[in-house]
């Protein structure tokens, strides 16, 4: 608590966090684990094990390094399903990533003049004015489509252009990682109660 | 994981590590609200409710949303999504709603899955929430920004004050609605009676209502006491001193002992009952009298051993009270000040004994003649209640049109018809009896359940023909002076406007149910945020209607309490000593003359209340 550091605070409850449900999920949820923190075994509620589940998916993003997910985001757009882009984009997926023509996924959605994936990936930080290899914005891409959708996709990306404000994926819906501070405070009050501080990786 | 440090406690480092809690969410850079994963089962909409949450996030004009633009929203989104005409926040929101689905919109007349996770409960998270400088929810794999849950609650909530009304459309165009207009698809009607039953808490969504106190704590740096204990007597917590030790991060609050003025801090060899009454002694010293708006003795389960008039806080407080004003007390900075001095200044004519009696000055001014069934946004299933008023109100004197507006304004327990509520009294009665005719006992038994507040008596008793019930409620109109059109009876006896689909008299019907349940809902509310539960009630020798707590009986005696302008309920309990009942509501009475009348003749007595 005393280190400069700063944290993020966990803020859950013990029991079942769902409304009265079966005997079968609440029976789970009555349940602890043991993890191991620093050498020392700690009994942990379902419940508790579930967060730290989820905020431990930060490990994860480190195999984006070679944008992997980056080229999957791009044939994602490319298979045309919003569903399977939303979740990428929710893993972390980098939308900075280019294919072999220098084109990011933005590019491609507002070549298939899908309005949807492209609202998800300006939300998720995409450059609107990112060039590709010929040169080109998404716009220009939008404007050349002829489908039936293609006006939407360029109204949306001029009316972005001219609020002129360049989202950072920092407080978004579509993003991996919890939180940017690397330490974290999770007060364990159940049976015992007992405060312990994790340093995630 | 990596470098934990433990620390296994006792039951006093425990209170300690309670004590330094508030200072730690102070402390972190942001609070992470973890609501469990997405689902538990299949009827969890929760899911789709989040799947496409980030399309909001272009109502954004920076970062985040403007804290005015989320202010106005919790406050009041209905009216704030009236006016802001075309925005951007309208479009994206019209936008989002146009990507859920039917299944999902129909639960909100209740309250989305999401919102009924028990995190929303929860004591503790008051001070978890209200210290943090920056929030995000994380549910599953969703993560939802503060401003962005807020946003999306703010149309949850518009969307279900307003399902089943034209209205909505014009609002947010969409397809959506048009089958919950259908006020006869079995749900929208019997779901908007459900509301009006249930208590305020779950009239509003729970994040809305924790982020208005969360902005007012962060205003004013804390909460004033009342406001915070009454918080967290509506959250749940195992332990029930938990309800006092979790608002002393937002309310320190002190008690005077031998040695001084001392505060009270987290101790678990402290007894809830203790606990309880040092606070209440505390709310005494500061407030006065007028406390005894927080305390009562109901059917509820009390803490054995709690005096009358100390406030349970361990049983939910849903009510707007008459005597205290717990919305208004922090926007005063005086009383901030004035408590300041908390336990140093002792009210006249109140005092505590050493047993934990209260004593106060009063004068005993009538007593309950009779009483009506409790609720007041009811019926019954076969008119009963409404005869039952009508029987009441028969006693009274003055002409016809005096004692329906004496009904109209003891219901909604205002002195006078403000807001010419007349109409909108009148749609609301046909309203209720409408409801209560069309037999949906079967939907609204499916929404007992998750709503827990019907009486299971009431839905066991067998429903009358519709042929009497209607000529019942014919006979109860007239009583009233008013008629029930030709045209309204046809549409009520005839089952075929029921079953027909959608024909021209379909539609015209749904227009007149459109207005009528619009009126009818205006005065609903009204009496569902004082609190449906009470009951109608007479006084014996002045001869007025009122309404008291649904625990009032016939005998009860109607005090007015020196310095409070509300009179109470008290019942003699033993050896000339009275247990507090609760605030009452006298139409017509006009508490300080009578009290100044009272000083002057010298009628204040002390009684002692246990």
């Not at chain 2, 129909?106 to 008051?126: K, N, S, V």
Request: proline content about 3%; charged content about 25%.
């Amino acid at each position: 608590m005393g280190s400069a550091e700063r944290f993020a605070a966990l803020s859950y409850t013990w029991g079942s966090p769902f409304p009265p449900t079966t005997d079968f999920v609440e029976h789970r949820y009555t349940q602890t684990t043991t993890v191991l923190c620093n050498g020392n075994q700690l009994q942990i509620k379902q419940n508790l094990y579930d967060a730290l589940y989820r905020l431990r998916d930060r490990t994860r993003t480190e195999k984006s390094q070679a944008h992997p997910n980056g080229i999957d985001l791009i044939a994602g757009v490319q298979s045309g399903s919003l569903c399977r882009v939303e979740d990428m984009l929710r893993l972390g997926a980098d939308v900075k990533a280019r294919d072999s023509s220098g084109r990011t996924a933005l590019h491609l959605a507002a070549k298939i003049g899908h309005l949807d994936m492209a609202k998800a990936l300006v939300v998720a930080g995409s450059d609107i004015h990112a060039l590709c290899g010929l040169n080109k914005m998404p716009l220009d891409y939008a404007k050349e489509d002829t489908g039936p959708y293609a006006n939407s996709v360029a109204d949306f990306l001029d009316e972005e252009h001219e609020r002129g404000y360049v989202r950072q994926r920092t407080n978004t819906s579509l993003r991996l990682e919890v939180t940017e501070f690397e330490y974290f405070w999770i007060d364990a009050v159940s049976s015992h109660r007992l405060q312990f501080q994790t340093q995630q990786h | 994981m990596e470098q934990i440090c433990i620390n296994q406690a006792d039951e006093i480092e425990k209170a300690a590590q309670v004590s330094i809690m508030g200072e730690i969410y102070r402390a972190s850079g942001c609070v992470e609200v973890w609501l469990g994963r997405e689902f538990h089962n299949y009827s969890d909409s929760t899911e789709l409710l989040l799947q496409g949450v980030w399309r909001l996030e272009h109502a954004r004009e920076r970062d985040t949303l403007s804290s005015d633009s989320v202010e106005q929203l919790v406050n009041d989104p209905i009216t704030t999504f009236r006016q802001i005409g075309d925005s951007r926040i309208k479009r994206v929101a019209t936008e989002w709603l146009n990507t859920l689905d039917l299944d999902v919109t129909r639960g909100w007349f209740h309250a989305p899955h999401l919102f009924q996770r028990t995190w929303f409960e929860r004591t503790w998270i008051l001070q978890e929430i209200f210290m943090a400088r920056d929030l995000t929810v994380v549910c599953g794999r969703y993560i939802v920004p503060w401003d962005m849950f807020l946003l999306m609650s703010s149309i949850v909530e518009c969307c279900r004050s307003l399902l089943g009304t034209i209205e909505l459309n014009t609002i947010f165009p969409s397809k959506l609605w048009s089958t919950l207009w259908d006020p006869f698809d079995g749900w929208s009607l019997p779901s908007r009676s459900m509301m009006l039953r249930n208590e305020p808490k779950q009239g509003r969504i729970s994040p809305l209502r924790l982020d208005q106190w969360r902005a007012e704590c962060q205003r004013e740096g804390r909460l004033s006491i009342v406001s915070a204990l009454s918080l967290s007597r509506n959250q749940k917590a195992t332990d029930a001193r938990d309800k006092v030790f979790s608002v002393l991060a937002f309310w320190p609050i002190e008690r005077k002992n031998d040695s001084g003025i001392q505060s009270i801090k987290p101790d678990y060899s402290l007894s809830a009952e203790w606990l309880y009454i040092e606070v209440a002694k505390g709310l005494v010293a500061a407030y006065g009298p007028c406390i005894l708006s927080l305390g009562g003795l109901s059917n509820r389960s009390r803490i054995v051993g709690l005096p009358s008039w100390v406030p349970d806080l361990n049983s939910q407080l849903t009510s707007r009270l008459h005597g205290i004003n717990v919305q208004q007390l922090h926007h005063a900075t005086s009383v901030t000040s004035c408590i300041r001095d908390f336990a140093r200044k002792s009210p006249s004519g109140v005092h505590i004994t050493s047993q934990n009696e209260l004593v106060i000055k009063c004068h005993l001014w009538d007593v309950v003649a009779e009483t009506a069934h409790p609720g007041l946004n009811e019926v019954g299933k076969n008119l009963d209640g409404l005869t039952r008023w009508l029987e009441i109100l028969s006693k009274l004197d003055g002409t016809l049109e005096h004692r329906r507006q004496a009904l109209l304004c003891s219901l909604a327990e205002r002195p006078s018809d403000q807001h010419s509520n007349a109409s909108h009294f009148e749609d609301w009665l046909k309203f209720l009896c409408f409801t209560c005719m069309t037999g949906q006992q079967q939907v609204l038994r499916d929404f007992a359940i998750p709503l827990g507040n019907i009486q299971d008596a009431q839905l066991a008793q067998k429903q009358e023909p519709i042929a009497i019930l209607l000529s019942r409620a014919k006979a109860h109109f007239a009583e009233l002076g008013y008629t029930l059109s030709q045209e309204t009876i046809r549409d009520w006896f005839d089952d075929g406007t029921l079953d027909s689909g959608v024909t021209d008299k379909f539609l015209q019907w749904q227009f007149r149910y459109t207005d009528m349940t619009r009126n009818a809902m205006h005065y609903g509310h009204m009496l569902r945020d004082i609190n449906p539960t009470r009951r109608l009630l007479r006084t014996s020798l002045t001869n007025l209607l009122g309404t008291g707590p649904k625990d009032a009986w016939p005998g009860d005696v109607i005090v007015l309490v020196e310095g409070v302008k509300v009179p109470y309920l008290l019942r003699i309990v033993r050896d000339g000593k009275y247990g507090l009942i609760g605030e009452t509501y006298i139409h017509g009475l006009d508490v300080e003359g009578i009290l100044v009348d009272a000083q002057g003749r010298g009628k204040m007595r002390d009684l002692c209340i246990v």
